[in-house]
């Protein structure tokens, strides 16, 4: 009796332990390669500060790797998921992750992963323009696959209406405020006018001084002006602080999927609370990077540890 409910306990024990990401430790290479985490570090300071939209396409190509087959690197690999809608002519940063990458192959060979340098960079990168820090658990491994298809599919659009990005985050295991935390990633980067131009000519939800502004560099004709930048948070561009959402409040969302946060649905209130507390935003936000970089993750003897992020061994 005694030792079948142990052994009930055990599976019990077994069954609490059994998604991928417990198996990611915040540890991981501390024996194997202690001075990983602050050669990602140096690399990505010097980096922001030389050009601080690189912090924002860091976070952002973490993100875009997390939510198509897990945080596996495999948008890293040249061609597939580069080639996708949302990434084709828009993901940036692959040249600071490949010297990153070389930078910590010279100091510990084939240990760590380019899934893990991604999620540091991303890390590293908020905390280089001010925003939160958090412990980023790591031992992740890298995919020897990448899928276009998968990248179409999973990664929202800017068109998105409200339900169709709480549907498409839940479908990665994140919740609605997981969600309204991460799209906080827009108080820092740039959007190309063809992502934002229907809402600035056609929509009603938006301040009529914010869009007349916006106008003057992004053309109404399709075609022309297409790839022209503006900031995402166009208030402090460059600092990762709350004004994402005080943008909202004024209808100065720049995507139609920032502003449909906060158009009369079932998230205003989170978003007003962000807007209002600083350190409410920092938090959530914080909790849900770390929820975002367990999606799915390749652990063990799964996948590889690449040796050049841009190819499989
Ligand atoms: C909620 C759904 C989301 C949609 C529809 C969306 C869409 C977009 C679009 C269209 C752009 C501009 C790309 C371009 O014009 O080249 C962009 C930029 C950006 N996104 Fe998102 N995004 C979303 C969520 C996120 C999340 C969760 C993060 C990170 C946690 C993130 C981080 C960024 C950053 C930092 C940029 C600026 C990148 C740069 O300047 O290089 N986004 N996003």
Request: include cysteine; charged fraction near 10%.
């Amino acid at each position: 009796m005694a030792s079948s409910s142990s052994l009930c306990l055990m599976v019990l024990v077994a069954a609490m332990a059994s998604p991928a990401s417990a198996q990611l430790s915040a540890t991981f290479y501390d024996t194997s390669c202690p001075s990983a985490l602050s050669t990602i570090r140096s690399a990505v300071t010097a980096a922001v500060n030389s050009e601080p939209r690189m912090g924002a396409s860091l976070l952002r190509l973490h993100f875009h790797d997390c939510f198509v087959q897990g945080c596996d690197a495999s948008v890293l690999l040249a061609g597939n998921e580069q080639n996708a809608i949302p990434n084709a002519g828009s993901l940036r940063g692959f040249s600071v992750i490949d010297s990153i990458k070389t930078q910590v192959e010279a100091v510990c060979s084939q240990t760590v992963s380019c899934a893990d340098i991604l999620a540091v960079a991303a890390r590293d990168s908020v905390v280089a323009l001010g925003g939160p820090s958090w412990t980023v658990l790591l031992g992740r491994r890298d995919s020897t696959t990448a899928s276009e298809a998968l990248a179409n599919s999973d990664l929202p659009p800017p068109s998105s209406d409200l339900a169709s990005l709480i549907g498409n985050f839940s479908n990665k295991g994140l919740d609605v405020t997981d969600m309204v935390a991460l799209s906080g990633a827009h108080t820092i980067g740039q959007s190309q006018c063809k992502n934002f131009r229907d809402r600035i000519y056609n929509e009603t939800n938006i301040d009529s001084n914010f869009a007349t502004a916006l106008q003057a560099n992004c053309p109404r004709a399709t075609g022309t002006g297409d790839g022209n930048l503006t900031p995402l948070d166009t208030t402090t561009p460059n600092a990762f602080d709350n004004a994402y959402y005080t943008n909202l409040l004024s209808n100065q969302g720049l995507l139609h999927s920032d502003q449909v946060l906060f158009n009369g649905g079932s998230t205003d209130n989170t978003v007003m609370n962000f807007a209002s507390n600083p350190a409410a935003f920092s938090s959530a936000f914080a909790t849900a990077m770390v929820k975002m970089g367990n999606i799915s993750p390749l652990t063990g003897t799964q996948g590889q540890i690449r040796l050049s992020c841009s190819k499989v061994n």
